[in-house]
């Protein structure tokens, strides 16, 4: 399985890839930077901490959850649509083994962004401003953007093995849009409106809870059993589908 | 010494959503086979059941150690030539390093595998796409369409190394003319 993978992440990191990489990194860069209010007065930060604090994480995790979301659809069209060596592969190993290593390739780009993502927040914090404290608290939400990256890699994945077209990733992309506008940070759990309740039960969002910080709105064990659920639905309807058109 | 198999086809129906193709009676006993066809009439659909990569009712029956090439494969085109066999050899218990040097001097490759993919000329992708399928050690080579693309010398070549490969079989199908006196073949009309 690792070689497998390995041979997935092999055939994507092109030139192409590369660059769409390198180019989210500055990005992300300029934006924590901005959203570092470097122009404000150190006094003025060191009064306000707390907000600014509060500030800069809420609008590097909205940020984040853009960046992660287009980059799993850029992979995805890449290592999907228009790369499809899946046929040659099937040659050599089973298609359960080929589906989970790709999957597995999918969520170590990810992976990768997010952590790169995440030192950039880091150093821009610890250097750039006077307020930022590193704690425990930052490697929490560290994990909760691994694990958010994880669910979409697999609603992605799912997506593109029922429709089999790229319609089905650009619907993915879609439903994350409309979680994403429905979200409101920094009000309380009890605060979140009957829709998005009902939107959450199906689709997970990162975000900011009073009084709880970083989190999703259900359990992650709830959005483990869902995607796990998910996958065995997909399984089921794929299970006498030809292997290739 | 393997000795050739023969392959039978019965009561094959493979259904589409407008068409069905309806194969019976079909044996392959030859080492080279060479299947023939009108556009739709079936050809790859059973290179497809015979290689297990689709659903069908009937039986094929046949030594499953196939190895399968694809007419429409899409390349990783982004990586040279050298990134995509490494890929291919890392997925291998003994690495045959060797065999990816005899068959890329064979169809003329070996000095494009520092190019990108993406810069060969279509008969070039197809003799990447037949060198994975080549390079696999299995009993029965099932090849769609292998000379779409090709050269007259790599046409040759591949006939060639059909020939001198006894103990392998070989199921090939083309829509184009192929002077089937340049091998000892059989050939199947659907």
Known sequence: MIRLTRLHINYLLSEKVFLFTIFLIGLSSIFLLYSANVGVSESTMMFYQEYYTKQLMIEMLNFGKILVIVYLLFMMIMGY???????????RVGIIKLKCSKMLAMWFFVLYLITIYFMIFVIIGVYITPFMVISNQYFVIYGEFLFFGFFYTMVFVYLYEISKHLLGLIAGFMFYLIVFIGSVDDIQKEDVSKGMQYLYRILLDLGYYQGEGVGFYYDKIYYLALILGSGLIVYFLRKNADLIN | MFTIQECKVNSFVKRYKN?????????FDQQITIIKGENGSGKSTLLKAMAELIRYDGDIVMNKSVSYMHEHTTLPSDITLQVFFDGLLGLQKKQNKEKIVELCTLFQLLDKLEEPINALSKGMKTKVNLIQCLLEEKAIYLLDEPFNGLDEQSVYELTNYMKQHQNKMFIITSHIFFDTSMIECGVVYL
């Open chain 2, 19 to 27: 068409h069905e193709v309806v194969l019976n009676g079909l044996t």
């Open chain 1, 81 to 91: 649509v228009i790369h499809q060596y899946d046929v040659m592969i099937l040659n």
